[in-house]
């Protein structure tokens, strides 16, 4: 039996890579703001609050308002590994995220 458990990282400690990452490719932290609200349902105030919190990633995925069902369409390569083929939901969730900034950054969003 396994006792490794999984540590994720604070939403709060990436979301500054994530608006950096924008921001190198010419884009804006409104533009990622918006990605999360479309993927997630946060409005800007309740983003903030998770900001603050320190929250998880996996209860920031957990109390998202409403998780886009569109979301399932993303498709595509993420750190070397198939988005439609992870099957841990958290991290699919995770990567969706990831893919959508890469995609912003990449003037494709």
Same mark, same amino acid.
């Given at each position: 039996?396994?006792? %490794?458990?999984?540590? #994720?990282?604070? #939403?709060?400690?990436? +979301? /500054?890579? +994530? @608006?950096?990452?924008?921001?190198? *490719?010419?884009? %804006?932290?409104?533009? @990622?703001?918006?990605?999360?609200?479309?993927? %997630?349902? +946060?409005?800007?105030?309740?983003?903030?609050?998770?900001? *603050?919190?320190?929250?998880? #990633?996996?209860?920031? #995925?957990?109390?998202? /308002?409403?998780?886009? /069902?569109?979301?399932?369409?993303?498709?595509? @390569?993420?750190?070397?590994?198939?988005?439609?083929?992870?099957?841990? /939901?958290?991290?699919?969730?995770?990567? +969706?995220?990831?893919?959508? @900034?890469?995609?912003?950054? *990449?003037?494709?969003?």
């Amino acid at each position: 039996m396994s006792t %490794t458990t999984k540590r #994720f990282y604070s #939403f709060a400690s990436v +979301y /500054p890579l +994530y @608006v950096a990452k924008a921001e190198r *490719k010419g884009r %804006t932290k409104s533009e @990622v703001d918006a990605l999360i609200g479309w993927l %997630t349902g +946060y409005s800007q105030h309740a983003l903030e609050e998770q900001l *603050k919190k320190q929250t998880d #990633f996996e209860t920031f #995925f957990s109390e998202a /308002p409403r998780l886009n /069902p569109s979301r399932a369409l993303i498709k595509g @390569v993420i750190c070397g590994v198939r988005i439609e083929n992870i099957q841990e /939901p958290l991290m699919r969730e995770i990567r +969706y995220l990831d893919k959508l @900034v890469d995609e912003l950054a *990449k003037g494709k969003t």
